[in-house]
C-alpha cells in the first residue's frame, strides 16, 4: 500500500496563550499543499519480528528507529496485534520548515496502518492517538483548509478556497527547531481574528495577516524576511512565513518564474488545489 503524505502552509499563525503544559494555544488556518513524501508499507515474513524502515530522499536527522512513522507503527502496535512491516519512506519535505512533513508522515502511517489491517479504530480515535505524535499530526487526517484552534487539534471548517491561485515554496538552508521557535515568541491576543480577514479581498490581507512567529525569526535568520521581501517584489499577492518557519511561501494569480531568484534554496512550485 503506497501513500503521499502531503505538506501544510499555515495562513496566519496567531500565538494566543502559554498553557500550563508548556504548550501554548494558537489560532491558525491549514491549508494543504500537493508537495508530498511517497510512503510504503509491507508486511513480513512472519519469523521477522521487528518492523524495518529504508528511507530515502531528503536526509531527516536522528535515527531512523525514531522517525515518526515508526512511532506511529508502535503507537498502534500498543493496542492491536500486527504483523512486523516493511516501510519505505522517500522523503520530499524538507523537515524543520514549518511544512508538518513529519506530521504528516504519522497522520498516512496511522491510517495506513488501520485500513490495511482493518483495525478497530474509529475517525475521532485516530484524532486522539494522532495528537499523542505531534500537535500538526490530526490535521493531515483531515487534510483540507480547516480552522485549528487549542494547540493545533481542535477544528472548525471553513468555507475557504485559494483554487486557481498559484502557491511558490521557498526554503532556505537554515533549519528552525519548533520548541525554539515558540520559548522565543511573546503570547497576544489578535485584535482581528484570521477568519475575518480571510473574508477579505486577498490583497488585503498583506498588512492585517500575521505569523506571529515572524518577528523573532526574521531577528535571528534575516535571510528568511528578505526571501519574503523577494517574493512580494515578483508579484505575490501574500507571502508569509509557513508554521515556525524557515519556509516562505508566496501566493501569486499566476504561475511565475523564480528559477533564478533562490539559487541556494528548495523550491517548490503548484497549484493551489482547494
Ligand atoms: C508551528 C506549528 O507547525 C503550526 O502549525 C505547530 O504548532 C507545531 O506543531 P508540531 O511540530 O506538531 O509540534 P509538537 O511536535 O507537538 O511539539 C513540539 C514542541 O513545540 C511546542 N508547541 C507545539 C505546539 C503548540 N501548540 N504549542 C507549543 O508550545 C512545545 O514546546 C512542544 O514540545
Ligand atoms: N518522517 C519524518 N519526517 C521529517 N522529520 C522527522 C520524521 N520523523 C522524525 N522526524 C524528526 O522531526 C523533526 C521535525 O520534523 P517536521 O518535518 O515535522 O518539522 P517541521 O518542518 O519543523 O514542521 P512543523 O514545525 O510544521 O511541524 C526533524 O528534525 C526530524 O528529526
Given at each position: 500500500?503506497?501513500?503521499?503524505?502531503?505538506?501544510?502552509?499555515?495562513l496566519?499563525?496567531?500565538i494566543?496563550?502559554?498553557?500550563?503544559?508548556?504548550?501554548?494555544?494558537i489560532?491558525?488556518?491549514?491549508?494543504p499543499?500537493g508537495?508530498s513524501?511517497i510512503l510504503?508499507?509491507v508486511?513480513?515474513?512472519?519469523?521477522?519480528e521487528?518492523?524495518?524502515?529504508?528511507?530515502?530522499?531528503i536526509v531527516v536527522?536522528?535515527?531512523?528507529?525514531?522517525?515518526?512513522?515508526m512511532?506511529?507503527?508502535?503507537l498502534?502496535a500498543?493496542?492491536?496485534?500486527m504483523p512486523?512491516?516493511?516501510?519505505?519512506?522517500?522523503k520530499?519535505?524538507?523537515?524543520g520548515?514549518?511544512l508538518?512533513?513529519?506530521?504528516?508522515d504519522a497522520a498516512?502511517m496511522l491510517?495506513?496502518?488501520r485500513?490495511?489491517f482493518?483495525?478497530?479504530?474509529?475517525?475521532?480515535?485516530l484524532?486522539?492517538?494522532?495528537v499523542?505524535?505531534?500537535?500538526?499530526c490530526p490535521?493531515?487526517l483531515?487534510n483540507?483548509p480547516?480552522?485549528?484552534?487549542g494547540?493545533?487539534n481542535?477544528f472548525?471548517?471553513?468555507?475557504?478556497?485559494?483554487?486557481?491561485?498559484?502557491?511558490v515554496?521557498?526554503?532556505?538552508s537554515?533549519?528552525i527547531?519548533t520548541p525554539?521557535a515558540?520559548?522565543?515568541v511573546?503570547?497576544?491576543?489578535?485584535?482581528?481574528?484570521?477568519p475575518?480577514?480571510l473574508?477579505?479581498?486577498?490583497?488585503?490581507?498583506?498588512?492585517?495577516?500575521?505569523n506571529?512567529?515572524e518577528?523573532?525569526?526574521?531577528?535571528?535568520y534575516p535571510?528568511i524576511?528578505?526571501?519574503?521581501e523577494?517574493?512580494y517584489f515578483?508579484g505575490?499577492?501574500?507571502?508569509s512565513?509557513?508554521?515556525s518557519?524557515?519556509?516562505?511561501?508566496?501566493?501569486?494569480?499566476?504561475?511565475v518564474?523564480?528559477?533564478?531568484?533562490?539559487?541556494?534554496?528548495?523550491?517548490?512550485?503548484?497549484n493551489?488545489?482547494?
Amino acid at each position: 500500500m503506497v501513500v503521499f503524505p502531503n505538506a501544510k502552509i499555515n495562513l496566519g499563525l496567531n500565538i494566543i496563550s502559554k498553557r500550563p503544559d508548556n504548550y501554548h494555544n494558537i489560532e491558525t488556518l491549514f491549508y494543504p499543499i500537493g508537495l508530498s513524501d511517497i510512503l510504503e508499507v509491507v508486511p513480513i515474513s512472519a519469523s521477522v519480528e521487528r518492523s524495518l524502515i529504508s528511507l530515502s530522499g531528503i536526509v531527516v536527522d536522528g535515527e531512523p528507529k525514531d522517525n515518526l512513522v515508526m512511532k506511529a507503527y508502535h503507537l498502534l502496535a500498543e493496542w492491536f496485534d500486527m504483523p512486523a512491516v516493511q516501510i519505505y519512506l522517500d522523503k520530499n519535505i524538507p523537515f524543520g520548515a514549518g511544512l508538518g512533513g513529519g506530521s504528516s508522515d504519522a497522520a498516512f502511517m496511522l491510517r495506513l496502518l488501520r485500513d490495511k489491517f482493518d483495525l478497530p479504530v474509529e475517525d475521532d480515535e485516530l484524532l486522539s492517538l494522532a495528537v499523542k505524535l505531534g500537535a500538526d499530526c490530526p490535521f493531515f487526517l483531515l487534510n483540507c483548509p480547516m480552522m485549528a484552534r487549542g494547540i493545533g487539534n481542535e477544528f472548525e471548517q471553513v468555507d475557504f478556497s485559494l483554487f486557481g491561485k498559484f502557491i511558490v515554496l521557498i526554503k532556505p538552508s537554515v533549519k528552525i527547531s519548533t520548541p525554539e521557535a515558540y520559548a522565543l515568541v511573546k503570547p497576544n491576543r489578535p485584535e482581528v481574528s484570521i477568519p475575518e480577514i480571510l473574508k477579505m479581498p486577498i490583497k488585503e490581507w498583506k498588512d492585517l495577516l500575521k505569523n506571529d512567529f515572524e518577528e523573532s525569526v526574521f531577528y535571528r535568520y534575516p535571510v528568511i524576511r528578505t526571501i519574503k521581501e523577494r517574493l512580494y517584489f515578483k508579484g505575490a499577492v501574500y507571502a508569509s512565513m509557513s508554521g515556525s518557519g524557515s519556509s516562505v511561501f508566496g501566493i501569486f494569480d499566476h504561475p511565475v518564474d523564480v528559477k533564478d531568484d533562490f539559487p541556494t534554496c528548495f523550491v517548490w512550485q503548484g497549484n493551489c488545489g482547494y
